[in-house]
């Protein structure tokens, strides 16, 4: 039987690519993202809990997995109406977390030309190029 595996990428052209993105999972802390980069894992089947902050703002989703499933999820630390303004007026504004399921296969997902399309090996932590 096949590994179940999960892997998170922040990668979104709508990510404002500041502040890390921690990643725990299962209530264990995993991962810390920025911008471009992603982690894969192999899990065990069954129900699972991704939590995710920028320090500021949480995020928690539960998902299932089956057996031999790549779950992929597409992590984005995100601007909000009236960020800028407050930003520019006070120096500071919120960000928010934002946690998508990414079903689309490996190749399909907007990419650029010539990065190719290889997942990460389980229990990494990869830059994209």
Known sequence: MA??????RRQSPG???QRQLIVSLDGERWATLLFGQSATRELVPGVHRLRVHN????????????PGEHVRFALTNRASFGTYALVSLLGVGPLYVSIERDD?????RN???????????????????
């Open 111 to 129: 990419q650029e030309p010539g990065t190719g399309n290889q997942e990460p090996e389980p229990g990494t932590l990869n830059p994209e190029p």
């Open 55 to 66: 320090t500021l703002v949480w995020k928690t989703v539960e998902f299932t997995v089956a």
């Open 3 to 8: 590994a179940s595996r999960l892997t998170v």
């Open 104 to 108: 689309s296969e490996p190749g399909t």
């Open 15 to 17: 990510d404002i690519r």
